[in-house]
DNA sequence: CGTGTTTGACCGGCGC
DNA sequence: GCGCCGGTCAAACACG
């Protein structure tokens, strides 16, 4: 079924809550990307890993994220404990994705991918406009690397094993929910993270990262603290 | 009292 | 130039 093949994402990982599989299985992915993200850091990783029990998942295979073309599979609380989703992400390797410099779904070039290659699925679908579009590709030159994915879950904030501080909160006018701005609060840091509620489906947080860390999770900070 | 959050003010980019 | 909007700042506040 050719509509799976967009359920991941265009700006964010997911596209549209409605279109994610349910069941276990192997779903076209687009040919033009690979997921996780080229590049993701590992707090996006463990994020999805925390929030496995209540929310659908994408994870990539091993074998499959390769420069252009990777399957996907979907999972749900389900037919999934916690262990063997974990287990999953372990064997999935998400930690090789380094391999590639480039990340494509920063900077709205996800965007970009998406709205060329599908046919007969335009950018007003997409929920991204001409407008919005040209506002990205100008903010590029001064943006980190970013992106970002949709979880369903309770909890606004998942644990992804690093610190932050809010340092923000606003009301956009996109989504009409509040979105929280954080920081990572480890020096030299600048990561920088966004959580919303999705307009479209509140039961669903967008979170997006920018930017990189420059230290692993938070455990060294923790035994610095405790010590 | 230290740490983290809240929230209104402020700023810069962008479209008209 | 003006107004809108998203992002950030920072003082006030809450909490342990």
Redesign the pocket.
């Known amino acids: 079924m050719s509509t799976t093949s967009h359920s991941i994402v265009h700006h964010s990982l997911f596209e549209e809550q409605d279109q994610m599989p349910t069941q276990i299985g192997f779903f076209p992915f687009p040919t033009n990307l690979t997921f996780p993200p080229l590049g993701c850091h590992q707090s996006s990783l463990k994020a999805f890993s925390s929030i496995a029990p209540s929310s659908s998942l994408v994870i990539s295979q091993q074998d499959s994220v390769s420069n252009l073309t990777a399957e996907t599979l979907f999972s749900t609380t389900a037919q999934k404990s916690r262990e063997d989703l974990t287990s999953s992400f372990r064997g999935a390797q998400f930690l090789s994705l380094h391999r590639l410099s480039v990340n494509p779904w920063a900077l709205g070039e996800v965007a970009d991918c998406f709205s060329c290659k599908r046919s007969g699925i335009d950018d007003h679908h997409l929920g991204i406009s001409a ?1 919005k579009m ?2 990205i590709k ?2 590029r030159k001064v943006r980190e690397p970013r992106f970002c994915f949709k979880t369903m879950s309770d909890m606004d904030v998942l644990d992804d094993g690093y610190k932050w ?6 009301v ?3 989504t009409h929910h509040p ?1 929280s ?1 954080y920081r990572c ?1 480890q020096d030299n840091c600048r990561v ?1 993270k ?1 959580v919303e509620r999705f307009a479209e489906d509140p039961r669903m947080v967008i979170t997006t990262y920018e930017g990189r860390h420059v230290h692993s999770p938070s455990n060294d900070l923790e035994d610095s603290i405790s010590t």
């Open positions: 407008t040209k506002k100008a903010r501080r809010k340092y923000g909160q606003k956009v006018k996109s979105r701005y609060i920088k966004r």
